[in-house]
């Protein structure tokens, strides 16, 4: 009855979901407060039916109930239990009610943390929230229910989780990567609630801003962790292949960049008003898109789902209804969001608004070398392939001219800058990075490259904008701690996200120009020598684990004759479905990652093996976690739950005294 109870509590939702859609807003616009008030209830209501059905499955994959087709499909009794409840996740219709109980979530805290906002911005917010939630419910309902039976002849045992889900990364990538995607269906709301309300001004910039931070952060560790996994799972040694599938979680990350910083000009200036709307339109857009991609079977990738024409045309239909309702709605209000501050063409806005647009050419260029595939062979009914090379001539420029521009940005003053004051700020900054930067390249082991250089130049360059803001923020204290320690969270997030960004591009440049590879044929007892590295071969020994067979090699490595690691990279064999699947050895450094992938069985003993030195790789995560971090320092800083109390009590006392005047 398990089933039957989830399957009862997915149409329960979305009948609150109708509700929470139509009620709130129709009390928005007909001033009934009552009407209004529902949203919350309401919200509440969806959450919890459908976090009824979320533990429904995740019975059914513990309790091993193979009567359910998508059970029987995506599990097997010989599964370790955690790998049974992430598989809940590990197909299509799991991940889609995943997405729904998050989308729900979202509205459940927005209800919650929304209580000093006007109800009927909160009203309006949810209601178009609830407008997507009966989309995403009826996808599920009609194409995608992971409720259906297999009766009345349930197979004994299931046909297994895909192997190259098996892993721990199934456990957290995506709850986290979804957590972003969906994140920005509430900066989505806020906008278009703006626009049914006809105000778009420092408030609404204000309420958004946390909300649309927040899911960015989600986004920026989800996409990491997806890195990661990739890095250690596949036994490639490669952290990223620009896959359609990568691709589609990286574009709206970059409209969340973008949209981050246009917030912050419109709450402090009052302008961008017309680029941040359409930034909260696009972020969300972008992941309806990749959830296209990733569920229409147009694309091959090894992250994509089965191919389903009919479940594609869905999501098409709902993101052409979502993109062009928007839009429309822009289009009528567009008055509303003219922007009537001034500021000259040397200023903070001015090199904010650069920066954004720098972002959204290499969104550009990404969609382009992601969609042109699709394009192209619809139009000449023929295949052709956009690489790596592509987007490494295209969008590595772009982001250094990002993080050049960010510096800059950093120092200028809000409205206007004189240009000799800021060179005078700048120039010793300049003069040190290039300095630096030439000197990191040339001490650095392996060939000099212009990449590496420019790479460097510019990580230092960010760095040195972080250096003199702080310290021009603290000359006047008569301390350097008195200084710092009073200086707000945000400041400080706002820092740490652009060290973060540093510390990537050194990972990047460092594991893309110096890495090194070597594929080789060993007998036990080999050596071979990579780097300052030597690496013993000391043969293949069998081993089982729950489900699975695997060869298990064992390699000594050394460096100056002295041990430094024994690693033990396996090929298993997973039974059910009869898959080998590599597991790598890896130790991993903070300076670099011995990488060993164990190959095919050769004659005579020999096994084919790859062996990486890769530099500095794990930077690239730790800078994610620092731009992350500086995100939820950003979102801790009091000052916005103080405004925005301030902000609903002065307009709670306006209201009263226009009560009054008109009784007078």
Known sequence: MTPELGQLALILALAMAVFQAVIPLAGASRNQPVWMAMARPLSWAQFFFLLLAFLCLVQAFATDDFSVAYVANHSNSALPLEYKVSAVWGGHEGSLLLWVLILSAWGFAVSLYSKSLPLVMVSRVLSVMGMISVGFLLFVLMTSNPFLRNLPFPPTDGGDLNPLLQDPGLIFHPPMLYMGYVGFSVAFA????????????????????????????????????????????????????????ENASLMPWLAGTALVHSLAVTEKRGVFKSWTVLMAILAFSLSLLGTFLVRSGVLTSVHAFAADPGRGMFVLGFLLLVVGGSLTLYAFKAPVVRSKGEFSALSRETLLLGNNVLLAVALAVVLLGTLFPLLYQALWNDMISVGPSYFNFLFVPLCWLTGLLMTVGVIANWKKSLLSWLGRQLMFSAIGSVVLGVALSLMVKGDFTWQALISFVVALWIVAGILLDLRAKTRNKPTLWAGLSSLKPSLYGMHLAHLGLAVSIVGVVMTTNYSQQVDIRMTPGQQAQVGDFTFKFEGVSRGAGPNYLADI???????????????????????VRGQVMSDPGIQAGFFEDLYVALGEKMDNGAWSLRLHVKPYVRWIWLGSILMALGGVLAVADRRYRIAVKKNSKQKAGNAAMEKAGSMA
Do not use: H
């Not at 778009?200 to 989800?222: E, I, K, M, N």
């Open 190 to 245: 806020f906008a278009i609630a703006a626009l049914l309300g006809g105000r778009l001004d420092a408030a609404w910039a204000r309420w958004s801003r946390p909300w649309t931070t927040v899911a960015w952060c989600f986004l920026t560790l989800g996409i990491s962790l997806g890195s990661w996994w990739a890095y250690y799972e596949l036994g490639w040694g490669g952290w990223w292949f620009w896959d359609p599938v």
């Open 553 to 575: 090699g064992t390699l000594r490595v050394y460096r100056d004759n002295e041990q430094v690691t024994v690693l033990n990279p396996e090929k298993r064999m997973y039974q």
